[in-house]
């Protein structure tokens, strides 16, 4: 199965920002993940939260979860909380055998 | 119909051409550099030539090969991306002309002292990264035109895809030397077990971070670990090489697994912030019997025992190393059958698109029987078909035997 490019919505609502994951969380795209999460953080006012929406995602590898942290030690700096929500079976998984679901906030 | 007559720099340029597609395939960029710049003085009549790469860990320009300004060479000279005339072509990304040379515009003792007068410099782009910088000049005064520029601009264009295409293989090379030079192919002889490894560079993204170690302990014990730190090439490789280092000597002065893997997190968020590893160790008494083992954010490792199917340990799983959150982590005891065999892996061996990585861990289970060190790896390898894998495959099996 060929690696599907990442496609990232930014939704901005009251209480926050969501970033609406559709594709794969891989190598090749994990910085776009992060460049986003930056341009929000840097450019949005008071602090929030960051809610990552795994729900598009399909495959997530470890250069995938290494963006997830890197976006979640950003939000720290920055004052937010990071959230990260809806991700599918198989993503949900990795980050379980990860050890990483309470550091994510993976609800 | 009348043909324009040949110029006599069309045969130049033809030959600029033919050298740096000749060179694209054979990749020697000194070789290339050194010919392109004999020529593109040649086919301008300029006096010096010469090219510098961008080094970007350290933002500056590095001349690398040069033509009537050798010295530069040799000297190893280095610009701050910005600063001077070749600094400036590099931050704008655009030709720079100097029509005369001084102390202000210029800022290579070198140009200045070879007497230069006039200079061109172009950007060598490839896949809109800047990639260096090359620059012609002239003793004499010279109003380098357009069409000077845009042939320059030509053969920095190739030189510059060259220049990434070696790099590229240059990084590939040294990556596998070190990942090579750290994977132990022939694993300590040592009482009570026998031990195989096998490393497989992913398939489309290449060499990545993954390692295995096994090292003696003063008191008898083994040490065994696999690890994999996020992220692919060069990086990666020495960053593994460092936890690889450090982490051995943890345990030579702690024995608690846990205690040493949180070592291992201080140690890689205070000397390499921003990188992440999961890492499974795992001390085996000086008797065989029992393992102590604490994991890292790793994925937890197979257990056959004699007769029996292999199956996966239950373990408790920490943060991986370089999170930024000091949490606690815990060790766990897992006794060892005499003539049992332990599989630890790195995630490209079972992790498959479009699949929770739980088949690829059952898939490795059945295949895991309590049998030597070596049969085991190459059944996994041959089983697992990771001809399919994306990702660095790294395996360590232990068998034990009676002492």
């Known amino acids: 199965v060929a690696s599907q490019a990442l496609e990232i919505d930014v939704v901005h609502e009251t209480s926050g920002v969501v970033l609406a994951l559709a594709g794969d969380l891989d190598l090749a795209t994990a910085g776009d993940l992060v460049a986003a999460a930056e341009h929000v953080l840097a450019e949005s006012g008071a602090s929030q939260e960051l809610v990552v929406d795994l729900g598009g995602v399909g495959f997530c590898d470890s250069a995938g979860i290494s963006a997830m942290v890197t976006v979640r030690r950003l939000s720290t700096q920055y004052g937010w909380v990071l959230r990260v929500t809806k991700a599918q079976p198989q993503v949900r998984r990795?980050?379980?055998?990860?050890?990483?679901?309470?550091?994510?906030?993976?609800t | 119909v009348i043909q324009p007559?040949?110029?006599?720099?069309?045969?130049?340029?033809?030959?600029?051409?033919?050298?740096?597609?000749?060179?694209?395939?054979?990749?020697?960029n000194e070789a290339l550099f050194n010919e392109l710049l004999g020529r593109i003085c040649a086919l301008l009549s300029s006096d010096t030539a010469a090219i510098m790469l961008v080094d970007a860990d350290a933002q500056q320009l590095v001349t690398v090969a040069a033509c009537g300004l050798e010295d530069e060479v040799r000297q190893g000279f280095r610009l701050d991306i910005g600063m001077g005339f070749t600094g400036r072509v590099a931050a704008t990304r655009a030709p720079v002309i100097v029509d005369r040379v001084d102390a202000e515009t210029v800022m290579s003792s070198v140009l200045l002292r070879a007497g230069v007068h006039a200079l061109a410099g172009v950007p060598m782009m490839a896949d809109g990264e800047l990639v260096g910088v090359l620059h012609v000049g002239t003793y004499r005064p010279r109003q380098f035109t357009e069409p000077d520029i845009a042939l320059l601009q030509l053969v920095a264009d190739r030189a510059a895809l060259a220049s990434q295409a070696g790099r590229h293989r240059a990084e590939r090379e040294a990556t596998l030397a070190i990942q090579r030079s750290l994977l132990p192919t022939r694993l300590p002889r040592v009482p009570g077990v026998d031990l195989a490894g096998r490393y497989v560079p992913g398939h489309h993204l290449g060499v990545g971070g993954d390692w295995y170690d096994v090292f003696k302990l003063p008191s008898g014990e083994l040490g065994v670990v696999v690890g994999d730190v996020s992220g692919h090439g060069l990086r990666s490789a020495v960053v593994m090489g460092r936890l690889r280092s450090a982490l051995r000597s943890y345990a030579l002065i702690e024995d608690d697994p846990a205690t040493v893997l949180a070592f291992l997190d201080r140690k890689i968020q205070h000397f390499e912030h921003g990188n992440l590893a999961t890492v499974l160790y795992a001390r085996i008494s000086s008797d065989r019997t029992k393992m102590l083992l604490s994991s890292a954010g790793h994925l937890a490792p197979v257990l056959a025992a004699p007769g029996e199917p292999g199956r996966l340990l239950s373990l408790p799983v920490d943060l991986p190393v370089g999170v930024g959150d000091s949490s606690a982590r815990c060790t766990v005891a897992v006794d060892l059958p005499i003539g049992c065999t332990v599989v630890a892996y790195t995630d490209g061996l079972v992790e498959r698109r479009g699949e929770i990585i739980d088949e690829g861990q059952r898939r490795l289970a059945a295949r895991v029987r309590a049998e030597p060190a070596e049969s085991a790896c190459t059944s996994?390898?041959?089983?697992?078909?990771?001809?399919?894998?994306?990702?660095?495959?790294?395996?360590?099996?232990?068998h034990t035997t009676v002492i």
């Open chain 1, 94 to 106: 990795v980050l379980e055998l990860t050890g990483l679901t309470a550091h994510l906030n993976l």
């Open chain 2, 5 to 28: 007559e040949p110029q006599p720099g069309d045969e130049v340029l033809h030959r600029i051409m033919a050298v740096t597609d000749a060179a694209l395939s054979q990749l020697d």
């Open chain 2, 380 to 398: 996994i390898m041959a089983g697992m078909d990771v001809s399919d894998a994306d990702d660095d495959v790294a395996i360590l099996a232990i």
